[in-house]
């Protein structure tokens, strides 16, 4: 996607230890009209696909899932990080992030995620794909169905692309980036 890629080399930061900083459009100032476009990419590449539902991990998925529900006039259904009070009726997985080198727990009600439900993954960052692996566990869990996963941004020097992809998982990253060797970053 020209103009997201255009915006990481323009306002992406790069970080020692693989990472991008996108936080004056995407993780922490939001641009809400790159983010439509986003919306618009996702719906064109998965227009073929049989889809009910979009989810995602709160907080920085919540922003293209929703955009892209609403162009999809889908609901959007977001995993919890913090665990309610009672746990009752939830569906839990744990997720182990690399970046903050600790395990944390996700969970989503079994209301919203049901059997016979055919779901779009939307989120952020693809990295080494545990996230994306701990929503796999869960729609395993509640007998749903994946019908794919959108990324805004793929890390291709971290393996969960490539682990997903030959899992069989429909994986669309709308920009994907090859290394941040030397703070330097190479988009495809
Ligand atoms: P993984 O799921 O692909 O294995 O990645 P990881 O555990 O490392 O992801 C942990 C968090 O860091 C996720 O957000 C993910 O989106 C984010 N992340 C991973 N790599 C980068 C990067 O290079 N740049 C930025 N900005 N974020 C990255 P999170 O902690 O769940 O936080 P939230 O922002 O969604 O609340
Ligand atoms: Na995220
Ligand atoms: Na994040």
Redesign the pocket.
């Known amino acids: 996607m020209k103009l997201l890629k255009e915006r990481i080399m323009r306002d992406g930061k790069c970080f020692e230890g693989?990472?991008?900083?996108?936080?004056s459009f995407i993780?922490h100032q939001m641009d809400p009209i790159l983010m439509k476009s986003i919306a618009v990419e996702f719906v064109r590449r998965f227009a073929s696909t049989d889809i009910n539902k979009i989810i995602t991990?709160?907080?920085?998925?919540i922003a293209p899932a929703i955009m892209t529900g609403y162009l999809l006039e889908l609901p959007v259904v977001f995993a919890k990080?913090k665990k309610p009070v009672t746990m009752e009726n939830m569906l839990t997985t744990t997720?182990?992030?690399?970046?903050?080198n600790r395990n944390y727990d996700i969970c989503v009600s079994k209301d919203f995620l049901r059997k016979g439900d055919h779901v779009l993954f939307i989120?952020?960052?693809?990295?080494?794909?545990?996230?994306?692996k701990g929503i796999i566990d869960l729609v395993n869990q509640a007998g749903a169905t994946l019908a794919g996963m959108g990324f805004i941004i793929e890390?291709a020097f971290?393996h969960?692309g490539e682990y997903l992809r030959n899992a069989g998982v429909r994986v669309e990253s709308l920009a994907i980036i090859d290394s941040l060797d030397n703070c330097e970053i190479k988009i495809r």
Request: glycine share 12%; net charge neutral.
């Open positions: 693989g990472i991008l900083k996108v936080d993780n991990i709160e907080a920085s998925g990080k997720v182990y992030s690399f970046t903050k989120d952020d960052f693809l990295a080494n794909g545990n996230a994306a890390k971290q969960g």
